[in-house]
Structures are given as structure tokens and as C-alpha cells.
């Protein structure tokens, strides 16, 4: 640990990991005040914007490279007028949802968190769905996370609860109905617990693709109001269609910085950080097939059938055909003997499935967790797999398959095709 003086109104970016503590002095974190005595930690690759409300000292773990003065003053956000927008639309009983839009780097998630930390000190009970399923800070790669924070905080990963949802993978447009999914779910779970539910989307605003999925999202929240923050119109063809009394436009919070190659290989050790921090208690589990009912999947979901050669068979409904595992490709002889009603065959070789990063639930398909695949092991008719999980695991009912793999040391190691098996 180390200590450095920040003089009043001086502007600090710590980018992660290690400990903050608050020797002497006020600081301002995400509008929210910091006190002698206050410590927390930093996550890895998570950066912090912090101003000295008065002269003051701390204390921190980071690396001295790390940590640099800022010439830029903290953004000013005009929240009178984004009130006054609240306070006129707003109604007792009903979840208020807002939108926050911005391109790359523009400052959403920062801006999520410093409106609910406003929020909250109106005692209304708030949730940031947060739905960047790459680079989050509540949610593990390749799923997308609800924040319910019970007080003020200074990054959203100190929010005392969040809620999952499994996408499987950190590519939005690969994953479109599964994170559209889950986007659905965590509004409903909001819609229970929240008064405010905040939407912080994704940078992609852009191009066919980008601007029918911005679309998509708009139309599945239908956003009571929808914040902009962008430096010029970059933002404008999305709202063209929305009344002035819903739109709140505010200059980006940061500069909108283009995509390099450095920018896309931080990002990967982001995401490999935080997997293996995730997976590095984990223990070798094994689940009866009998036991799990699978999603995005044929595996586990038809009638299994013996045929001649293979490791395991199912026929399929209707006209899907029949999915064959085996330890090589079929051969013309193996099928001499296999009925003629087979339909399509979907071949898959065994040990495909090894390194595959699937999500776990429970009965009532709540998110438990997240497992490595190991082996489907079909002389015992067991799936066994890595996971940090420590509840019985009786309780694991489904398993929902991804397309990211990683390796044994839970590092990234390419993609399936979704749907493969």
C-alpha cells in the first residue's frame, strides 16, 4: 500500500485491481460521498473517475501506473432538468424505466451509476440491467446482470445483490433471441423489486444490424425516458420517432474513442480475468442425464434410441431428424442396421463438448451458475463438469449451452457454433 495527497478539485482514474482506502479528507465517487475511514476494492480492468471534494489523502494497492491526474473536470450532468422529466412522467405502483444510449466508451455504465445513486438518495428502490454481456462489471462473461444496490455506490459491483441471466457467449449479434431473453427476464424481476429500472445498454447504435437491435430493445422496454449521451446527432435516428418530453440529451460523459487492436486485447483479459477468478475454487461435479432438462440444445431434449456403433442417440420431434454421437465419423456400414425413419442425421463427435462454458438453474430456471463442460460420460449416463458451485447438487435441474470455450486454465479457446449438439 501507498499514499499520495489529491488536492481539492483535483480529478484521479484509477483502473483496477486493488484497494482504495480514505485516509483524511472527501472524496467524489459516481455523486457519491467518501469519507475518512472508507475502503473498497477495485475490480480488475474496472475504471474509476475520482475527484477530492477537499484536500485529502489515500491509500491504495494499485499500481503507480495506474493511477494518473486527470485534466478534465468531472462531467456536468443538468439532473434539474432530467428530474423534471421524471417527476412528470413517473407513477406510483408502476416500473419507470430508463434507457441511457451512448456509443463506445461514452460513459453509460458511469452515468447508470451515478443516476441510481441519485435515485436511491430519493428513496426509490432502483436496478440497473446492465446489458453488456463482454465487458460488465456485476455480470460474468457471457451473461447479462440486474444490480440492485440498497445504497449509494461508487461502481455498480458494490451493489449488495444482482441477478444473472445466461446469454452464452460476448457476442450480442450471435446471441440475439438468448440476450433479447434475458433482457425480458431481468425486467420482470425488476418489475417486482424496483421502482426504477435503469437500462444500460451496448455501444452498438450503428450500421443494419445495430440500429434494428437498438429497435428491438426499445420497443421489448418501452422506456418511460430515453437519455442520449453523445457529443454531436450521432444518436438522433434512434428517438426520430419519440416525443421531446421522453428524450434527455447530455454531452458524452468521455470522449468517444475509435476500436484499436490494444482496446480488443484488453477486453479478452478482462474477460479471461474474470472467469478465472470465478472458476479458480472449482471442483469436479457429476449429474445424472436423467436429472437435467437442457435449453438451446438437442442433447437431453428426445427420446433416446440404441443404434448400432453410436455412443449416444435421439430421436428428435417432429421433422429435427435424429442426433448421433460417436467417436468418429459414420461410417456406411454402421447404419446398415439403424431403422429408415432416422430423418436428418446430426452427427457429433465426442469430446466436442469439452471446455464448452454452459449457465446452470434450478428448477424454476433461476440462474445458479456457471460450469465448464468435462466430459459427457455416456457409459454412466453423466454429465460432469467444473464449477465454484457449492449447493447440493441436487438442486441443479438445467443446463443451458453456450459457444464460448476455455481452456483448463479458463482462458478463451474459441466457439462452437450455438446449437451445435
Known amino acids: 500500500m501507498r499514499s499520495f495527497c489529491l488536492k481539492k478539485n483535483e480529478v484521479f482514474e484509477f483502473i483496477g485491481s486493488g484497494k482504495i482506502s480514505v485516509k483524511t479528507g472527501l472524496l467524489e465517487i459516481s455523486c457519491s460521498s467518501f469519507s475518512a475511514g472508507k475502503e473498497f476494492e477495485l475490480p480488475s480492468g474496472k475504471k474509476l473517475t475520482v475527484m477530492a471534494v477537499e484536500d485529502s489523502e489515500v491509500e491504495t494497492s494499485i499500481p503507480e501506473d495506474c493511477v494518473k491526474k486527470s485534466e478534465d473536470k468531472l462531467p456536468e450532468i ?24 451512448g456509443e463506445s466508451t461514452s460513459g453509460k455504465t458511469w452515468f447508470s451509476t451515478i443516476l441510481a445513486n ?34 449509494t455506490v461508487s461502481f455498480l459491483a458494490q451493489a449488495k445483490q444482482s441477478v444473472m441471466s445466461f446469454v452464452g457467449a460476448h457476442s450480442f449479434g450471435s446471441h440475439l433471441l438468448p440476450s433479447l431473453s434475458a433482457m425480458a427476464l431481468l425486467q420482470r424481476k425488476a418489475e417486482n423489486i424496483s421502482d426504477v429500472l435503469i437500462i444500460d445498454t451496448t455501444s452498438w447504435v450503428h450500421g443494419d444490424c445495430g440500429r434494428a437491435i437498438k429497435k428491438a430493445k426499445m420497443d421489448i422496454f418501452n422506456s ?19 416525443p421531446a418530453s421522453r428524450i434527455f440529451r447530455n454531452p458524452a460523459l468521455r470522449k468517444n474513442l475509435p476500436a484499436t487492436p490494444q482496446q480488443q486485447i484488453e477486453k479478452r483479459s478482462f474477460r479471461e480475468a474474470r472467469l478465472v477468478n470465478y472458476f479458480k475454487n472449482s471442483r469436479v461435479i457429476e449429474i445424472p442425464f436423467s436429472q437435467l432438462f437442457s435449453e438451446r440444445s438437442y442433447f437431453l431434449s428426445g427420446s433416446h434410441v440404441n443404434l448400432d456403433g453410436s455412443l449416444w442417440a435421439e ?40 471446455g464448452l462454458v454452459a449457465g446452470l438453474t434450478d428448477g424454476d430456471q433461476n440462474f445458479l451458475g456457471l460450469c465448464r463442460i468435462e466430459e459427457f460420460d455416456f457409459l454412466k449416463n453423466i454429465l460432469r463438469m467444473k464449477t465454484p458451485l457449492a449447493c447440493d447438487t441436487k438442486n441443479i435441474k438445467g443446463i443451458q449451452f453456450g459457444s464460448l470455450k476455455i481452456s483448463e486454465k479458463y482462458l478463451e479457446s474459441g466457439f462452437i457454433e450455438p446449437g451445435r449438439f
Not at 417432429?318 to 425413419?341: A, N, R, Y
Open 224 to 242: 418511460d425516458i430515453y437519455v442520449l449521451l453523445q457529443n454531436g446527432n450521432e444518436l438522433e435516428h434512434l428517438v426520430k420517432h419519440l
Open 315 to 354: 430421436k428428435l420431434s417432429g421433422w429435427e431428424g435424429t442426433l448421433v454421437f460417436t467417436s468418429g465419423p459414420i461410417l456406411p456400414e454402421m447404419v446398415k442396421s439403424w431403422p429408415k425413419d432416422l430423418g436428418r442425421i446430426i452427427n457429433v463427435i465426442a469430446g466436442e463438448e469439452k
Open 78 to 101: 443538468d439532473f434539474a432538468a432530467l428530474f423534471s422529466k421524471i417527476d412528470s412522467l413517473i407513477k406510483p405502483g408502476k416500473l419507470f424505466k430508463i434507457m441511457v444510449l
Open 118 to 151: 441519485k435515485l436511491l438518495e430519493r428513496s426509490l428502490k432502483t436496478s440497473v440491467l446492465d446489458c453488456d454481456i463482454a465487458q460488465s462489471e456485476i455480470a460474468l462473461p457471457g451473461t447479462m446482470a440486474l444490480a440492485i444496490p440498497d445504497k
